[in-house]
């Protein structure tokens, strides 16, 4: 396989100012290299696996990272409309409210609650530039697995259709301890409701179902979790002639359970979840004081 040389992830000057003097970055955690995710963490990832080839970090800057900054322009013009669940996640936070939107694609939901603050990331570089003009306020550049921000600090995250993209299921794991270590914690009761939660931070998950037989993908129980989705954009070439370019995307397709599970693998515990329109999701908080 092709070695590819990948960058190191860097944060949007401004925010990253501000979010410190707010308290929410870790100048420790600020710029961190994806090195880190290196050879070792391959290794360690190879026996857990679920495709090929062998160095997942190196898969997904292939198949997911380089994609979406290719396609970034086209894949925002069709994203404008907040998904009702996730507005109504982040409309019911109270005023004053901070928080991170991982993956935040154009930005689409930095504006839906003015009252809230919402520091925005994702790994594309391209879909940040876009985010920041969308939101009126700047985004950073930031891995999933690696978040620049200050443990038990946050009032709320979301994560709308991004762990899907990550190839093996210890990275699907660890994002999600990433994001659940950020929260502000409380400790679950034997039946966690969000009554009980309100002291602490709430995370919003959302992740591609397997479980789509009435979509026009027509996924179900028994098919292959583990594909390649093609994102396919036409334009015009400069003699007049259509062209029409296909990219594949990986996407890992949750089973019923398995987000659930997962959060409580990350060390989470879920408050309540279901399914949207060919999706899982979930509410998770984070039960202790600080998720390792």
Known sequence: MKKLCMPDVVAGPNLI??????????????????ALLGPEAAMADVDHCDVEPYQPNAYEA???????NQIASHFSST???????????????????????????????LGVNPG???????????????ASQNGQRSALIAD??????????LDFAICIAVVHHLSTALRRVEALRSILRTLRCTSPPSCPSPEFTADGGKALIYVWALEQR?????????????????????GNRFDGKEEVQTFHR?????????LERDIIEAGGFVIESGYEKDNWWAVAACPRSEII
């Open 250 to 258: 990986y996407y890992h397709l949750y089973r019923q359970g398995e």
């Open 17 to 34: 100012s501000l979010a410190r003097r707010c308290a929410l970055v870790d100048p420790s955690k600020a710029m961190p290299k994806l």
């Open 79 to 109: 994203r404008y409309k907040p998904w009702p669940i996730v507005e109504q996640f982040l409309r019911a936070l109270p005023d004053g409210s901070v928080g991170i939107d991982v993956g935040c694609g154009n930005g689409k939901y």
């Open 62 to 68: 292939l198949h997911v990272h380089d994609v979406y």
């Open 214 to 234: 009435n979509s026009r993908r027509g996924w179900d129980e028994g098919d292959e979790q583990d594909v390649m989705v093609p994102w396919v954009m036409k």
């Open 116 to 130: 809230i603050f919402i520091v925005a990331s994702d790994r594309s570089e391209n879909l940040v530039k876009i």
């Open 144 to 153: 999933s697995l690696s978040l620049p921000h200050r443990n038990s600090s």
